[in-house]
């Protein structure tokens, strides 16, 4: 009768001649975090700053709104009115529309700041580990070579 090799032994020897390091791992999930807290900041300031924008509009709009529902004597001065209040909503809409592409430029020009800070920091840390990860399987098979 044919008799199984012990596998168990072979893998548990090769595990150990190469070591994993999960602390490159735990280093990744940490700078994934941190990258997030940034972006996430980026994120909420843009949203309070443009909540900020459209609350700024509304109130100007309804202040506006209030000159034209006054009653009026003369029903020319009904046309007036509105005429007054649809050149004032499409000025304060250019104003706003302008501030509005002012927070979306910021949010895409700190978001690609991050980004490149982030490709920086990644390819950094992938140069390390991978001359870490050579070191030790060199040095791993210079000792399996050496049994």
Same mark, same amino acid.
């Given at each position: 009768?044919?008799?199984?090799?012990?596998? #168990?032994?072979?893998?548990?020897?090769?595990?150990?001649?190469?070591?994993?390091?999960? /602390?490159?791992?735990?280093? +990744?999930?940490?700078? #994934?975090?941190?990258?997030?807290?940034?972006? /996430?900041?980026?994120?909420? $300031? +843009?949203?309070? !700053? &443009?909540?900020?924008? &459209? &609350?700024?509009?509304?109130?100007?709009?309804?202040?506006?709104?209030?000159?034209? /529902?006054?009653?009026?004597?003369?029903? %020319?001065?009904?046309? !007036? *009115?509105?005429?007054?209040?649809? *050149?004032? &909503?499409?000025?304060? %809409?250019?104003?706003?529309?302008?501030?509005?592409?002012?927070?979306?430029?910021?949010?895409?020009?700190?978001?690609?700041?991050?980004?490149?800070?982030? $490709?920086?920091?990644? /390819?950094?840390?992938?140069?390390?580990?991978?001359?870490? %990860?050579?070191?030790?399987? #060199?040095?791993?098979?210079?000792?399996? +070579?050496?049994?």
């Amino acid at each position: 009768m044919a008799m199984n090799q012990d596998f #168990t032994a072979v893998m548990k020897d090769m595990m150990g001649a190469f070591p994993v390091d999960t /602390s490159n791992m735990e280093d +990744a999930f940490k700078n #994934t975090a941190a990258l997030n807290e940034k972006l /996430s900041s980026v994120a909420l $300031g +843009a949203a309070e !700053k &443009s909540a900020e924008v &459209s &609350s700024k509009w509304a109130k100007e709009t309804l202040a506006k709104l209030g000159g034209m /529902s006054t009653g009026q004597a003369d029903p %020319a001065d009904y046309a !007036k *009115s509105l005429t007054d209040f649809a *050149s004032a &909503s499409a000025e304060v %809409a250019a104003e706003n529309m302008a501030a509005f592409a002012e927070i979306a430029k910021k949010v895409q020009m700190d978001t690609v700041e991050l980004m490149m800070a982030a $490709g920086k920091d990644i /390819s950094e840390e992938a140069a390390t580990v991978v001359k870490k %990860a050579t070191a030790d399987v #060199t040095t791993a098979a210079k000792k399996a +070579a050496t049994k």
